[in-house]
T-cell receptor, first 114, second 114 residues
Framework: QQQVKQSPQSLIVQKGGISIINCAYENTAFDYFPWYQQFPGKGPALLIAIRPDVSEKKEGRFTISFNKSAKQFSLHIMDSQPGDSATYFCAADRGGTSYGKLTFGQGTILTVHP | DAGVIQSPRHEVTEMGQEVTLRCKPISGHDYLFWYRQTMMRGLELLIYFNNNVPIDDSGMPEDRFSAKMPNASFSTLKIQPSEPRDSAVYFC????????????FGSGTRLTVV
């Protein structure tokens, strides 16, 4: 019940295209859903995050869509650029006494071709 | 702010030796987390602290692993004795426990046990 399932494992997109990565969870106690971007040799960097009281959050070219009833959330990268090529992780956490115990998806390797 | 600082960046050691990884969290963050990343298992939470007190160490793989946080600005993860299967990238992260974007990872320590 703690799992977060992420798909696809890898994704190839042309420059200017839309990249979409999906995640699904089971634990309805989760109330914090961040996305991390990781470049080779670096730590995961927090990209965008959402709480379940909103269905969508947009920051620049990055948008999280959240479907509470389906227990799914996704990351959309608009106008994808070669510099966006990285591994993306979704994660989930529940608050209260378990704050910070992020459960990560397995990651999606995104390649954006010029 | 310099972010979460980890040392060393790379560590190569022989099987059976003691290894100590170090972390300095972001000032003012009262949560500290240790993660391990491998290709097979992805990102796994090993242990986390709140106000220097270990809260959950259920992810620590076995007794060979230990972690301490003697003060708010320093934590160590120790492996004794080390084994080849401990080879991984170990990340430290810190959080303020409140803000949506307050969860920050360090650059990691790549550990190789030969």
């Amino acid at each position: 019940q703690q799992q977060v399932k992420q798909s696809p494992q890898s994704l190839i997109v042309q420059k200017g295209g839309i990249s979409i990565i999906n995640c699904a969870y089971e634990n309805t106690a989760f109330d914090y859903f961040p996305w991390y971007q990781q470049f080779p040799g670096k730590g995961p960097a927090l990209l965008i995050a959402i709480r379940p009281d909103v269905s969508e959050k947009k920051e620049g070219r990055f948008t999280i869509s959240f479907n509470k009833s389906a227990k799914q959330f996704s990351l959309h990268i608009m106008d994808s650029q070669p510099g966006d090529s990285a591994t993306y992780f979704c994660a989930a956490d529940r608050g209260g006494t378990s704050y910070g115990k992020l459960t990560f998806g397995q990651g999606t390797i995104l390649t954006v071709h010029p | 702010d310099a972010g979460v600082i980890q040392s060393p960046r790379h560590e190569v050691t022989e099987m059976g030796q003691e290894v100590t990884l170090r972390c300095k969290p972001i000032s003012g963050h009262d949560y500290l987390f240790w993660y391990r990343q491998t290709m097979m298992r992805g990102l796994e939470l090993l242990i986390y602290f709140n106000n220097n007190v270990p809260i959950d160490d259920s992810g620590m793989p076995e007794d060979r692993f230990s972690a301490k946080m003697p003060n708010a600005s320093f934590s160590t993860l120790k492996i004794q004795p080390s084994e080849p299967r401990d080879s991984a990238v170990y990340f430290c992260a810190s959080s303020d426990g409140r803000s949506l974007y307050g969860y920050t990872f360090g650059s990691g320590t790549r550990l190789t046990v030969v």
